[in-house]
């Protein structure tokens, strides 16, 4: 059985950064596409990001040029670096395959842009 752990969420200024990390367990995590997603208070749940097995990746129009995604195969391990966060981007941050996401979804990590 696949487990997604999400961590690195906080609370931070408008205009910080964060770094998040989702460590996979139990499946060969190496041939997966992964993505990130979030779920903001009151909304469905929305991809943010998403990279292939290898390195090509792909973004939500809201956070191009802000977030970047990268992975560590040999970790088992999807990062999502957020640069130039808004309060808009306040959400739980979960990751799970990508374009669809295809596990049981992990706690997330709570992100929280407040001044």
């Known amino acids: 059985q696949v487990q997604l752990v999400e961590s690195g969420g906080g609370l931070v200024h408008p205009g910080g950064s964060l770094r998040l990390s989702c460590a996979a367990s139990g499946t060969i995590f190496s041939v997966y596409y992964m993505g990130w997603y979030r779920q903001a208070p009151g909304k469905q749940r929305e991809l943010v990001a998403g990279i292939t097995s290898g390195v090509s990746t792909n973004y939500a129009d809201s956070v191009k040029g802000r977030f970047t995604i990268s992975r560590d195969n040999a970790k088992k391990t999807v990062y999502l670096q957020m640069d130039s966060l808004k309060p808009e981007d306040t959400a739980v941050y979960y990751c799970?395959?990508?374009?669809?996401?295809?596990w049981g979804w992990g706690q997330g990590t709570q992100v929280t842009v407040s001044s």
């Open positions: 799970n395959t990508y374009p669809v996401a295809h």
